[in-house]
């Protein structure tokens, strides 16, 4: 089962993921794909950390996402948080259309379960920069794929969330 999560900034979408990865009954592995690149971002990741459920065995990988959940062994819930920063790593990539594609073959092929979360970029203002017009550009094109492969997608606001697809198995 496929889950992918969106919402804006604090909209309450980890809180959703780690709760449905919970209630999986699995063993669960929480996939930390940021990196602390200034003093903000580390006291972000911290405050992840001091939040999340113990039950969670966490890997910490900005870029290679479809390796390690390809190569999980066992029946596992993997929570990957989030989608939106590791696009952010790999947005300069010459091989990010790559590891995009890996991605959606995992996830297509896998048969854990695997939580997706992401923030929703594009419903705000046009950036006024090329970087983040292409960040922005490539999100949506992301989202529109996870979207696709995706058992179940949730939108996420002021903590609460809308089913915009379920798939049945």
Known sequence: MIYFILGGARSGKSKLAEKTALDSGLEMVYLA????????MHARIERHKRDRDEAFTVIEEPIEIASVIENMAGEVCILVDCLTLWLLNILED??????????LHVLATTQHTVILVSNEVGSGVVPLSPLGRK??????FLHQKIAKVAD???????GLSVNLKETFA
């Open 152 to 158: 179940r997608v949730q939108l996420v606001m002021a």
């Open 33 to 40: 794909t940021a990196t602390a690149g200034d003093e903000e």
């Open 135 to 140: 960040f922005v550009d490539e999100s949506g």
């Open 94 to 103: 010459s091989q990010r259309e790559t590891k995009i594609d890996e991605l």
